[in-house]
């Protein structure tokens, strides 16, 4: 048990890693490359990690971004946290469940979910906590939030299948 944890914890922190340096390494090119570095990781954290790294990797790279100044509301993080949260849980359930090279597809129903949830937070749940909310952001948090997953989630799903089963094999001990 102790071995599966600790390549959990390895696996999402380097993928965590990563999401950071395009967060952080990109921010100049804004949410039309960040987003879908970003959503790449957490589809790709699914496929190889599973579905609690995706989702750990997803709350965290919001509030990061806020911490160092990316996203400049703190109310919009939580909501940003839930969608990343749902395009992984989406996409790995009907992958899981269907198994039928329902990659694509996947990736297509996670990213609906979550540009459905942030755009509907955006236009009403947000106001709850910021008395007028800007309109660039209810513009970033809807239809971006879809293109940013689909074109993530489907580089995501085409490395994997490049990549293939080399990163899911255990290391050769000496």
Same mark, same amino acid.
């Given at each position: 048990?102790?071995?599966?944890?600790?390549?959990?914890?390895?696996?999402?922190?380097?993928?965590?890693?990563?999401?950071?340096?395009?967060?952080?390494?990109?921010?100049?090119? @804004?949410?039309? *490359?960040?987003?879908?570095?970003?959503?790449?990781? &957490?589809?790709? #954290? !699914?496929? %190889?990690?599973?579905? +609690?790294?995706g989702v750990i990797i997803g709350a965290l790279t919001p509030l990061i971004a806020?911490?160092?100044?990316?996203?400049?509301?703190?109310?919009?993080?939580?909501?940003?946290?839930?969608?990343?949260?749902?395009?992984?849980?989406?996409?790995?359930?009907?992958?899981?469940?269907?198994?039928?090279?329902?990659?694509?597809? @996947?990736?297509? *129903?996670?990213?609906?979910?979550?540009?459905?949830? &942030?755009?509907? #937070? !955006?236009? %009403?749940?947000?106001? +709850?906590?910021?008395?007028?909310?800007?309109?660039?952001?209810?513009?970033?948090?809807?239809?971006?939030?879809?293109?940013?997953?689909?074109?993530?989630?489907?580089?995501?799903?085409?490395?994997?299948?490049?990549?293939?089963?080399?990163?899911?094999?255990?290391?050769?001990?000496n």
């Amino acid at each position: 048990m102790l071995k599966k944890d600790t390549i959990f914890i390895t696996r999402t922190g380097l993928l965590l890693a990563l999401a950071l340096v395009f967060q952080l390494g990109f921010r100049l090119f @804004a949410q039309p *490359v960040v987003g879908p570095m970003v959503n790449f990781v &957490l589809i790709f #954290s !699914a496929i %190889y990690v599973g579905t +609690l790294s995706g989702v750990i990797i997803g709350a965290l790279t919001p509030l990061i971004a806020f911490m160092v100044g990316i996203m400049p509301l703190f109310p919009v993080v939580p909501f940003v946290m839930i969608g990343n949260a749902l395009l992984v849980i989406v996409f790995n359930y009907i992958r899981q469940k269907i198994r039928l090279n329902t990659n694509y597809v @996947a990736v297509v *129903v996670g990213a609906l979910v979550k540009y459905g949830f &942030l755009a509907i #937070s !955006a236009r %009403y749940m947000v106001g +709850l906590f910021i008395p007028v909310v800007p309109p660039p952001l209810v513009a970033s948090l809807s239809l971006p939030q879809l293109y940013t997953a689909l074109v993530g989630g489907g580089l995501a799903v085409v490395v994997a299948e490049v990549v293939g089963k080399a990163l899911v094999k255990e290391p050769v001990q000496n």
